[in-house]
């Protein structure tokens, strides 16, 4: 093939040595004053956005609300923290951010960054695994939002340690089973799974280290977690982020978890916050300085956070006739890569997307497999990348756009669009008719360039437009049913 490969779709976050280290060295040595300021700003939105008793008394009376929610925030900053017409009409005189507001806001963008670091650059990666994820990245923006879609990190691989998850809500984003078995570290289980990250880290390079220890599952139900979560470390360089909705549940390890967490380098964690309840209780048994790295997922009804609607949500929905919000949130899912269940031994490729009929989950499976060895493995992930993770179109490949794409000529090309995005193609030897050729779906990419070079257009040109389609997520790659 003589395709042109074109270059990767533009990188938002770049990985940055400097960046990391900075982001280390200037937020884990905060002085005591910082990380009271810091973790009582940040405690004050997580109340905020939870509890509608306590928007509605900030908002009558500031100061007592702050008091009786034991909140050590000066009053000149509290109006700043809820009232948005208030900071509008600041920001209109120019007037800046209270310091303390600044340094926490400097604080949450560094923690961001560096939760980001490796989303569109895997150095030291399998360039096909990497071409691969930014096509799937570049899917997401049209298909599940750009805004929605820059949040979700893409991590390249994430690992199941039980099966199923004990806590059993009843809104679970990707449906998972009841809980029903455990990868324990026996001798044989710890030395696989040291090989199984090994073999991860030669793919995915550094960036594996941004991958995490639970999926539909609960990590702490696995009473073994922090003996994996330390080889996962010595090997992958880094602490996997843990989510966990059981934090009452396990106090002693969760404290235990978070101080090894902070001894070795900068890290985050999230609890899922179920309810008011469990958020009070939370908050009895953590003050806001041990939560510094830990992040509130607030799932609770009263929660003013948007909830997804997929997996056991999108059937509810479904199940109640409810018309679907089209512009809600649509998938929670967050791993452009490789999930494994260790239990099992298997694992899947998999990517997110909007959840619907056909994946209710909200990501797409593109293939699976099961291993007994790392040496299986290694030979499985070789299959499924050199399957699926093509560099450029394949000759044999049959092309159509993805079926949620609609397409439109243009005077000059065509464009495709769905309600979040439109993506223009133009200014090409002949594309609108080569968009018209994709649109008919009967055709390889080998036929459509043959014909087009009776038109006059040559092989490269045609591959390089055909490769620049393929690049920016638009043609259908959707996994077959089966
Ligand atoms: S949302 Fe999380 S904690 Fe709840 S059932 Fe699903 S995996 Fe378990």
């Not at 040595?29 to 997580?46: A, G, Y």
């Not at 908002?59 to 609300?65: F, L, M, S």
């Not at 059993?168 to 078995?181: L, Q, T, V, W, Y």
Request: hydrophobic letters at 40%; charged letters at 25%; proline letters at 5%.
């Amino acid at each position: 093939m003589t395709a042109k490969t074109l270059p990767l779709a533009p990188k938002l976050v770049q990985s940055d040595d400097a960046l990391e280290q900075e982001t280390i060295e200037r937020w884990m040595k905060l002085d005591e004053q910082e990380l009271m300021s810091i973790s009582h700003i940040k405690r004050f939105t997580e109340y905020y956005e939870a509890d509608p008793e306590f928007r509605k008394n900030v908002a009558i009376a500031p100061e007592q609300t702050v008091a009786q929610y034991n909140l050590k925030i000066p009053l000149a900053e509290i109006r700043w923290l809820w009232d948005a017409e208030f900071v509008k009409s600041q920001q209109s005189q120019d007037i800046p951010f209270p310091i303390a507001l600044q340094r926490f806001i400097d604080y949450e963008e560094a923690r961001e960054r560096y939760f980001f670091r490796w989303r569109n650059n895997m150095p030291d990666s399998d360039p096909r695994f990497q071409a691969w994820r930014d096509r799937q990245i570049a899917r997401g923006d049209s298909e599940i939002r750009k805004s929605h879609n820059a949040q979700i990190l893409h991590a390249p691989v994430a690992f199941e340690l039980t099966k199923g998850c004990s806590v059993g809500c009843s809104f679970c984003g990707i449906s998972a089973p009841r809980f029903s078995d455990i990868f324990t570290y026996t001798a044989e289980n710890a030395q696989l799974w040291r090989e199984v990250l090994e073999v991860i880290k030669e793919i995915c390079g550094p960036a594996a280290g941004t991958g995490f220890c639970y999926w539909a599952t609960d990590p702490l139900d696995n009473p073994d977690y922090e003996q994996f979560v330390s080889d996962f470390h010595a090997i992958l360089g880094a602490i996997p982020q843990m989510t966990t909705a059981q934090p009452m549940k396990y106090p002693a390890r969760v404290r235990s978890l978070l101080k090894f967490s902070d001894s070795q380098g900068f890290s985050y964690h999230r609890f899922s916050i179920l309810s008011l309840k469990i958020l009070q209780n939370v908050y009895a048994e953590f003050s806001p300085e041990d939560l510094i790295r830990v992040g509130l997922v607030m799932q609770n009804k009263e929660s003013l956070m948007n909830k997804a609607v997929a997996g056991r949500s999108w059937e509810k929905q479904k199940k109640a006739g409810e018309a679907s919000d089209e512009l809600a949130q649509s998938t929670i899912a967050c791993v452009t890569g490789f999930l494994f269940n260790m239990v099992e031994r298997s694992v899947k490729l998999i990517s997110p997307c909007k959840a619907d009929d056909r994946w209710p989950n909200g990501y797409r499976v593109y293939d699976r497999g099961n291993f007994e060895t790392a040496n299986d493995l290694k030979v499985l992930l070789e299959r499924m990348i050199t399957q699926q993770m093509p560099l450029e179109i394949r000759a044999e490949e049959n092309l159509r756009f993805r079926r949620d794409l609609k397409h439109e000529n243009l005077d000059d090309g065509f464009k495709l669009s769905t309600r979040f995005l439109t993506l223009k193609f133009r200014h090409r030897p002949l594309i609108k008719e080569l968009g018209e050729a994709i649109l008919k779906g009967d055709k390889t990419a080998a036929e459509i360039v043959a014909n087009f070079e009776k038109l006059g257009v040559n092989a490269t040109e045609t591959y390089y437009s055909l490769n620049l389609m393929f690049n920016r997520g638009v043609l259908d790659d959707e996994p077959q049913p089966g």
